[in-house]
């Protein structure tokens, strides 16, 4: 009971010291924001239902979904790698999807600037996040294209990783 009660506080501080982070920075990216800087990003509001709902509309590709924040380095690190693998791949075959967990989407659209992103945008919800076991970012989950859970860890993955992982998915299925 006090392994359980331990992982759990440790958790909610976590949670809780990521919201703080995520405020702070929301603050400042809000003036910009008001001072009039555009973006090209288009980010979808996403939660569980909505989920499950694109995982199943897209059984027959292979799926790379990335949990990240702006306020996290690696995540930072990872994006143009995920954007890199984006360009390769034909969406027709592969589905990559960044879901960002900022408090709200103006730091994310503040980070993007005016340029689009090739990789699909969601902004999702700390439940989602939960959901689909993210404890912490960048979370990599990977589905097959028979829609199977392949990879489902967090931490930073490079380009030559990230290949490797979408070719077994390919190639496996």
């Known amino acids: 009971m006090k392994k359980y009660l331990s992982r759990k506080l440790c958790f909610v501080c976590g949670l809780f010291l990521f919201v703080v982070v995520c405020s702070a920075q929301g603050v400042s990216l809000a003036k910009a924001a008001e001072a009039g800087q555009s973006s090209g990003l288009h980010m979808t509001e996403l939660n569980t239902s909505g989920m499950v709902k694109i995982l199943s509309e897209n059984k027959g590709k292979a799926i790379v979904v990335c949990f990240w924040s702006t306020s996290c380095p690696a995540c930072v690190k990872e994006i143009p790698e995920l954007e890199a693998l984006a360009a390769r791949h ?84």
């Open 90 to 173: 034909d969406a027709d075959e592969v589905k990559i999807m960044m879901i960002n967990l900022d408090r709200s989407t103006q730091a994310a659209t503040a980070f993007f600037g005016n340029t689009v992103p090739k990789a699909e945008q969601y902004h999702g919800s700390p439940f989602l996040a939960r959901d689909y076991g993210v404890r912490s970012i960048p979370h990599l989950v990977l589905y097959d294209k028979n829609g199977a859970v392949f990879l489902n860890e967090p931490g930073y993955f490079p380009a030559n990783m990230l290949e490797a992982l979408l070719k077994r998915i390919t190639q496996s299925s």
